[in-house]
């Protein structure tokens, strides 16, 4: 009963605890570590794994000390406030997230995101510096390609992302997210993969969610990225009112055109779907 009242006020004192003057925002991007609720989840696993002690001393600042119970329960307990709501990942899950004395990541170093990756070890001027909250993504309507087979999105790169690839019908990449300011334009490399010899020409569109509403329907949301047999180069400028925070952005390549259409199937390459994040 005691931990249920504890828990609506528990972010705001962890967060108060760990680190009093954080700005939550700021370090988000600049640290780069925007995770999803899985790769939140990834987090704390990794720590419950490499850094256990930790995630205790962190328990233990928020629960009662004075109670002793078994430090496996002192974390499991803060992994159900961190990543839970009844029973179920949490969109908005919370994550620990590292810098130095100055809450800054200057050597742009970043704690595990997965149970599975071997444990590398926190930079000894680093400390926990935040408590970060998983932006809440809505659900975008579903698509994918129709034939697989011939061609395909080999790679994507965007900002700070290169993502190189197999031939899928659909992608949804959440494992890094592209970070780009509003005020400045990039240039997006599309570069299809064929499965045999021969090149094929290939009709590329690039959907953003500029204003988050959950779809690809805005003005300036579609955007048709050229027809090409190579690599081909699109520049992307966020327009004036783009909304600050974590998008969606997706990729279709089509032999056969494509659409303007986000949500319409494509006839035969491939769709890839990217988490963008908007400063
Ligand atoms: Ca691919
Ligand atoms: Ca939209």
């Known amino acids: 009963m005691l931990k249920v009242m504890l828990t609506s006020t528990l972010i705001t004192s962890l967060a108060a605890i760990i680190v009093p003057s954080v700005q939550a925002n700021t370090t988000l991007f600049e640290s780069r570590d925007v995770l999803t609720p899985q790769q939140a989840l990834g987090r704390?696993?990794?720590?419950?794994?490499?850094?256990?002690g930790l995630l205790?001393?962190?328990?233990?600042?928020?629960?009662?000390?004075?109670?002793?119970?078994?430090?496996d329960e002192k974390i499991a307990d803060l992994k159900k406030v961190m990543l839970y709501e009844n029973n179920t990942?949490?969109?908005?899950?919370?994550?620990?997230?590292?810098?130095?004395?100055?809450?800054?990541n200057p050597k742009n170093w970043f704690a595990g995101?997965?149970?599975?990756t071997s444990c590398f070890q926190i930079p000894s001027d680093y400390r926990i510096s935040a408590v970060m909250v998983t932006p809440t993504m809505p659900n975008y309507c579903t698509t994918k390609s129709r034939e697989r087979t011939y061609e395909f999105i080999q790679s994507v790169k965007f900002s700070n992302i290169e993502n190189t690839s197999s031939n899928t019908f659909y992608s949804n990449y959440v494992g890094d997210t592209a970070k780009i300011y509003a005020d400045k334009s990039y240039q997006?490399?599309?570069?299809?993969?064929?499965?045999s010899a021969e090149a094929y020409p290939e009709t590329w569109h690039?959907?953003?969610?500029?204003?988050?509403?959950?779809?690809?329907?805005d003005t300036k949301e579609t955007l048709f990225a050229g027809v090409s047999e190579q690599a081909t180069q699109v520049e992307i400028t966020p327009p004036t009112g783009a909304k600050k925070g974590m998008t969606?952005?997706?990729v279709t390549m089509d032999y056969l055109g494509g659409s303007n259409d986000a949500c319409k199937e494509v006839d035969s390459g491939e769709v890839e779907d990217y988490l963008l994040y908007v400063k």
């Open 206 to 217: 690039v959907f953003i969610d500029w204003n988050q509403d959950g779809d690809f329907n």
């Open 56 to 71: 205790v001393e962190v328990s233990d600042n928020i629960f009662d000390p004075t109670t002793p119970i078994p430090n």
């Open 248 to 250: 969606k952005m997706r």
């Open 44 to 52: 704390f696993q990794w720590l419950e794994k490499c850094y256990s």
């Open 89 to 104: 990942l949490r969109g908005d899950a919370k994550y620990l997230t590292f810098g130095d004395e100055d809450n800054a």
């Open 188 to 195: 997006l490399t599309l570069t299809p993969g064929f499965s």
């Open 113 to 116: 995101k997965l149970p599975t």
